[in-house]
């Protein structure tokens, strides 16, 4: 891990992703140590959950499954269920709530009775891109889960997201407002060099049971953005950027203002630099 010294001496980042973007409006300080290289004493269980769900993801759809034989398609879910195993056993979490290795079965015998067939097709899975901002010295990166194309929309941009609540309208109209997802559509936009349609937004509930919820469980919504609103995106990505590099001037990173980001609230895990933030900056 870098010292106070060796981070301030090695000058702002050039380069940007979402979880930089984030962390800094809503506390400086987790930033600051999220900089110097403070990771976790051991993999948060909801970490492992959403990237064992992923993989379970990209190894479900790496097939088409049209004209197999029931038992087939049983065979090549199990298989996709153990790549998530896989990751399970890497990182051992310390199960809690909802983020169980029970639960990630359950989610995925249910998502594959849900969606046994699709509209669409999917073109590559796990993307990482890297881009210049225009007019400054910066790159914008991220990973997105997938592209497909689903006629006729044409290409879209696929994020897969797991959450510990339930699917209700109120959580699944907060993606029309998220950053992460606008900055994706950017990415896939500039990288194609033509609007695209939007992202598929795939949304699960890490609240199930061996018997299925009336309601809840799966959701799919479809999230567009305007040129204006990618414009806009790209002029608001900037001023984060420059407030970065004036903290980094001042040396100061004060610590965010909302405990629920502290301590954790209903939907949100605790902060897991929390106990670093309370330290002195040595």
């Not at 506390?27 to 269980?45: E, Q, V």
């Not at 197999?68 to 399970?88: R, S, T, Y």
């Not at 079965?105 to 590559?124: A, F, T």
């Not at 980001?261 to 929390?274: A, D, Y």
């Amino acid at each position: 891990m870098l010292t106070d010294k060796q981070l301030r001496d090695s000058g702002p980042p050039d380069t940007y992703d979402n979880t930089m973007l984030s962390m800094f409006p809503s506390c400086p300080r987790k930033l600051y140590w999220f900089l110097r290289g403070a990771d976790y004493h051991s993999i948060p269980a909801f970490f492992t959950f959403g990237k064992a769900w992923q993989i379970f993801l990209v190894h479900w759809y790496s097939k088409s499954l049209e004209g197999l034989h029931p038992e087939e398609i049983f065979q090549h879910g199990e298989l996709a269920k153990a790549k998530g195993h896989k990751i399970w056993q890497e990182d051992s979490p310390i199960e809690a709530t909802t983020n169980t290795l029970e639960n990630f079965d359950l989610l995925c015998n249910w998502y594959m009775i849900e969606y046994p067939s699709e509209l669409w097709k999917p073109i590559d899975m796990e993307i990482g891109f890297v881009w210049p901002l225009e007019g400054t010295s910066w790159f914008l990166a991220g990973s997105i889960d997938g592209r497909i194309n689903w006629p006729p929309h044409g290409m879209l941009v696929l994020e897969n997201k797991t959450t510990g609540l339930y699917l209700s309208d109120s959580v699944v109209s907060q993606y029309a407002f998220s950053p992460q997802v606008t900055q994706y559509i950017w990415g896939i936009t500039k990288f194609e060099g033509k609007e695209i349609f939007g992202c598929l937004m795939n949304l699960a509930s890490k609240r199930v049971t061996k018997k299925k919820p009336a309601f809840g469980l799966f959701t799919r919504t479809l999230e567009k953005r305007s040129l204006f609103q990618l414009n806009e995106y790209e002029r608001d990505t900037r001023l984060v950027i420059e407030d970065i590099h004036r903290e980094w001037d001042r040396w100061i990173w004060p610590k965010g203002r909302d405990q629920i980001n502290c301590s954790g609230g209903i939907g949100k895990s605790p902060c897991l630099f929390r106990s670093l933030l309370i330290r002195e900056q040595t």
